[in-house]
Every structure is written in C-alpha cells, then in structure tokens.
C-alpha cells in the first residue's frame, strides 16, 4: 500500500540552528514529491518539488530512492519558519491523487 | 490569494444533520480535490474530480459525497454527521493532475 511517514508530530529548534524534517515514503514506481507548507492562519501552500531541485526560503529536499526519503533540510532556521509541514508523494498517473503525511509542526524559538 | 474560494468559512451543525460545503477552483483549473484536516489524522485526501468527473478517491465516507458541476466548482455534501465530523475540509484546485496544487482556506465544520 502506498504510504507516506513524518515521524516527527512535533518539531522544535532554536534560531539559526539548523533542521531536518523526515518523510519517508513507501510508494510503487517512481513517484513525485512535494513538500507543503502551512503558516499560522494562511492557506497550505507549495514549498518545494523534487523535481525542480530547487532550494525555496533557504529550504532544500534530496530524494534518496534507496532509502525511500524525501528530507526537508534548512542549514540556519528563522523564526518565520515556524509552521505546518507535509510530505506529500504522487504516484501521478491516470489515478492521481496526492497523498499527505501527517504533518510536522516546526516551531523555532529566538 | 490562491484564486480557490470556499465558502462558508465556519460552519456549526448539529448530529445527524447535512451540510454542503462549496469550492471555486482557479480560473482555468480542471481538477478539484478534497481533503479533510483533523488533529489526530492530519491531512486525508477524500476525493478528486476532474472536468466533472469523478478521477480518484480516498478514504471518504458513504455518508459523504461530492460532485464537479459544468462551471467546473464543487460541492462536498457530509450527511448524517458525527461529533467526529468535525474538521476543517479543504479544496484545492490544479490545472490537471500531478502538478502543484492551490488550496484554498478551507471551511471549519463544528457538529455539535
């Protein structure tokens, strides 16, 4: 069964410490993966795509096939940081439907 | 702003009712999903529609169901509702499928 895990619920770190949010993924295929993110009281929101290896507000993602992972990295968090994140992984297709983790709620203190 | 507009924003019922939650997609968008937003579960995806037409589902109940209309916006109906109904729903709108996503604000469903 297609299966995405954050095993982290809650996240905490200080300002300018540097973070790692987990996600590992049990998907047939290859599919794609996002991360989201929601800010306190703004809608959810695109972070980032494997796909487009691209680093968005300091925050970078490698997928690692091998291990099935897709972590959200940030060398230095902000405070501004501080939010809702999911994994989500796609197994696109004609059948597609984006799958949620459960979510990390980061929170960076000053 | 996402372009997707939900409508109501907070909505409180009482058991055993039904209620109808609606979403706008961006302009030019042909997919529409759901997803419920609960504490315990997080973010469940319920069911996609794409050109009026019903593409994928998730873990929706019987009790729920949604359709896509020609304007390409859609209707949630949640009947029958359970304490345990509460949470916020979602809709989020792509262009087609397996592309970025826009969600709107989501409606807040309380059943008393």
């Known amino acids: 069964a297609q299966r995405v895990t954050q095993p982290e619920k809650l996240l905490s770190v200080f300002k300018g410490a540097p973070v790692e949010l987990k996600c590992n993924y049990s998907y047939s295929g290859s599919p794609e993966l996002f991360w989201y993110v929601q800010y306190s009281r703004q809608r959810l929101q695109l972070l980032l795509r494997h796909i487009s290896r691209e680093s968005i507000k300091g925050f970078t993602a490698d997928l690692n096939k091998g291990e099935t992972s897709f972590h959200l990295k940030k060398p230095f968090a902000q405070e501004e940081d501080s939010a809702m994140y999911y994994c989500?992984?796609?197994?696109?297709?004609?059948?597609?439907?984006?799958?949620f983790g459960k979510g990390t709620l980061l929170t960076v203190n000053p | 702003d996402s372009g997707v507009t939900q409508t109501p924003k907070h909505l409180i019922t009482a058991t055993g009712q039904r209620v109808t939650l609606r979403c706008s997609p961006r302009?030019?968008?042909?997919?529409v999903y759901w997803y419920q937003q609960s504490l315990d579960q997080g973010l469940q995806f319920l069911i996609q529609y794409y050109n009026g037409e019903e593409r994928a589902k998730g873990n929706i109940l019987e009790r729920f169901s949604a359709q896509q209309f020609p304007d390409l916006h859609s209707e949630l109906n949640l009947s029958s509702l359970e304490l345990g109904d509460s949470a916020l729903y979602f809709c989020?709108?792509?262009?087609?499928?397996?592309?970025?996503?826009?969600f709107g604000s989501g409606t807040q469903l309380s059943v008393l």
């Open positions: 989500a992984p796609d197994s696109g297709g004609s059948n597609y439907k984006l799958t």
């Open positions: 989020a709108s792509s262009v087609g499928g397996s592309e970025k996503l826009f």
């Open positions: 302009s030019g968008d042909l997919s």
